[in-house]
């Protein structure tokens, strides 16, 4: 089945306490993109990657760190998680040469608590 | 300034009518794309539906159809006979290129909408 994982779905973490989200998607998707959902405030995208090696910041990238070294994986690191960090995460992968056109796969999302 | 806007934060509908939300949305590129995506409460996202800038015709999937009037910019979401399951947040996206081809997808705050029995 064609589909993007997420791990872990819930997380409740402390301040400053490293933490990784994984991602995997098995439909060789080049782009992959990582959003934050909040109430009120839609998905706001962090990082996003266009292949292996390539990773670029979205508009919310303060806080968080990701690496592209497989084509299938696109972790989500929090090096010093903060309370502000607390939402609701998703994965997300697509065709690149689609473009525009592209409709995103999301993974099932990560709740995060940062306390 | 906002660049998907999603004016109704939530509505109720009666089970079995048609139900419209809107969507308005804001850019300057002539190639972008429209979807709609539907967010049960257990939380995952549901594509439902896509409109090309360039398509001339309104798209379809089932129940869901996009009326989509670009002079005007919005692509608003229709549900025919709505159904209990129904009952979901749903995003209004634009998906455009910025930058060095980064295919972000922008969101509306989305609607919330709740179906009566």
């Keep these: 089945e064609a589909q993007v994982t997420q791990n872990p779905r819930y997380l409740i973490t402390v301040t400053g306490k490293k933490l990784t989200v994984t991602c995997s998607q098995n439909m060789n998707h080049e782009y992959m993109s990582w959003y934050r959902q909040d109430p009120g405030l839609g998905l706001r ?8 090696e390539v ?15 497989e084509k ?6 929090l090096e010093s998680p903060s309370p502000n960090q607390t939402s609701l995460y998703f994965c997300a992968s697509s065709l690149h040469q689609q473009g525009v056109r592209a409709s995103l796969t999301f993974g099932a999302g990560s709740r995060l608590t940062v306390l | 300034a906002q ?30 794309g429209l979807f709609w995506y539907k967010q049960p409460s257990s939380g995952e ?18 129940r869901y ?18 159904q209990l399951g129904d009952s979901a947040m749903y995003f ?11 295919y972000q997808l922008i969101w509306g705050a989305g609607t919330k909408l709740i179906i009566k029995p």
């Design chain 1, 45 to 52: 995208q962090i990082y996003y990657s266009m292949n292996v």
């Design chain 1, 55 to 69: 990773t670029d910041k979205g508009d919310v990238p303060e806080g968080y760190k990701v690496s592209r070294k």
């Design chain 1, 72 to 77: 299938r994986n696109f972790p989500l690191i």
């Design chain 2, 3 to 32: 660049k998907i806007t999603q004016t109704q934060p939530g509505m109720f509908v009666q089970e079995k009518e048609a139900v419209t939300l809107d969507c308005t949305y804001d850019t300057s590129d002539q190639s972008y």
């Design chain 2, 45 to 62: 996202m549901i594509f439902l539906i896509y409109q090309g800038s360039y398509d001339e015709q309104n798209a379809t999937e089932g």
């Design chain 2, 65 to 82: 159809s996009l009326n989509f009037q670009k002079a005007r910019k919005s692509a608003n979401l229709v549900i025919s006979a709505s």
């Design chain 2, 92 to 102: 209004c996206a634009m998906r455009e290129v910025r930058g060095d081809s980064n």
